[in-house]
């Protein structure tokens, strides 16, 4: 019954922008954490950052300056603002919510969206 839908993936020059939405149903929405993870080719999955269920945010310290993470509880949507895209950022970006302890361990999470591509170019 839990879905999360990414979108907003797509292709981008080195420097710029783009914004990713995940529209979540089925869960309490203003109760849960809602974060975003990303894998790039060959490598784990990574944590990017987290918008608590108070609101606060917290991200990994490879974007951290560069992305943004808001939510709109009336929306029971969560964005990801990416800026100054480097070639490294390229991934599929997940959507994930839960309960959330240790936000960087991707075994706390309940609910994982099905992911959007995100390539940057050089």
């Known amino acids: 019954q839990v879905q999360l839908v990414e979108s907003g993936g797509g292709l981008v020059q080195a420097g710029g922008s783009l914004r990713l939405s995940c529209a979540a149903s089925?869960?309490?929405?203003?109760?849960?954490?809602m974060a975003w993870f990303r894998q790039a080719p060959g490598k784990e999955r990574e944590f990017v950052g987290i918008?608590?269920?108070?609101?606060?945010?917290l991200y990994a310290n490879s974007v951290k300056g560069r992305f943004t993470i808001s939510r709109d509880n009336a929306k029971n949507t969560v964005y990801l603002q990416m800026n100054s895209l480097k070639p490294e950022d390229t991934a599929v970006y997940y959507c994930?919510?839960?309960?959330?302890?240790?936000?960087?361990?991707?075994?706390?999470?309940?609910?994982w969206g099905q992911g959007t591509q995100v390539t940057v170019s050089s």
């Open positions: 994930t919510a839960g309960r959330v302890t240790r936000p960087w361990t991707k075994d706390d999470y309940n609910y």
């Open positions: 918008s608590w269920s108070s609101g606060s945010t």
């Open positions: 089925g869960l309490q929405f203003t109760s849960q954490s």
